[in-house]
């Protein structure tokens, strides 16, 4: 299983990025999906989870209202929208796919992940 992200850079506070996350070497449509991310010297943590069927999703709080989570099982592709970005949103972004149809909030529920995209937000 491979998982490769893009969409990643920088940008000012108040602007957008639009993450992507392209699956390959199983079912994309049979299992959940989540961004993850991680800042310097923090854990990683999640920021966004979508279901199999891409009708269910949750998010970290702070997010919610700016980020939004999709899915495109045509193209075994999961993006992230962020809008409204503001500086604590830099880290490393990380996509992940779980062994389930409801993505859990533990890296630990992740078995597969994408190698990372930096997004950094300038004041």
């Known amino acids: 299983v491979q998982l490769q992200a893009s969409g990643g850079g920088l940008v000012q506070a108040g602007g957008s990025l639009r993450l992507s996350c392209v699956v390959s070497?199983?079912?994309?449509?049979?299992?959940?999906m989540a961004w993850f991310r991680q800042a310097p010297g923090k854990e990683r943590e999640f920021v966004a989870g979508?279901?199999?069927?891409?009708?269910?999703?949750h998010y970290k709080q702070s997010v919610k209202g700016r980020f939004t989570i999709s899915r495109d099982s045509s193209k075994s592709t999961v993006h992230l929208q962020m809008n409204s970005l503001k500086p604590e949103d830099t880290a490393v972004y990380y996509c992940?796919?779980?062994?389930?149809?409801?993505?859990?909030?533990?890296?630990?529920?992740?078995?597969?992940w994408g190698q990372g995209t930096q997004v950094t937000v300038s004041s």
């Open positions: 992940a796919t779980s062994e389930g149809i409801v993505a859990g909030t533990e890296p630990s529920a992740f078995p597969y």
């Open positions: 979508v279901s199999w069927s891409g009708d269910r999703t």
């Open positions: 070497g199983r079912t994309f449509s049979s299992y959940a």
